[in-house]
């Protein structure tokens, strides 16, 4: 993961960069769905609380990949 944020005084904004990674069963074998994910944020302190105000979710690219040796 990486992520970048930038503080406002009780305002926040921020990317976070990640892989997500699903294991699908099919009769054929399992396969691996992968993800390039990107989350950009936006969060608002109340009292030492911060809460999320915005989620956006962005799929950059998505790969099948298959898995080796595996049954279903």
Same mark, same amino acid.
């Given at each position: ?36 994910? $990107? ?13 999320? +105000? $915005? $989620? ?13 040796? +595996?049954?279903?």
């Amino acid at each position: 993961h990486d992520m970048d944020v930038i503080v406002d005084g009780d305002n926040a904004w921020g990317e976070t960069r990640s892989t997500a990674e699903h294991r699908i069963g099919a009769p054929e074998g399992d396969t691996l769905l992968v993800w390039a994910i $990107r989350y950009q944020d936006r969060w608002r302190r109340a009292g030492e609380i911060w809460k999320f +105000t $915005r $989620r956006t979710l962005f799929v950059d690219w998505e790969e099948l990949r298959p898995i080796k040796g +595996t049954s279903t």
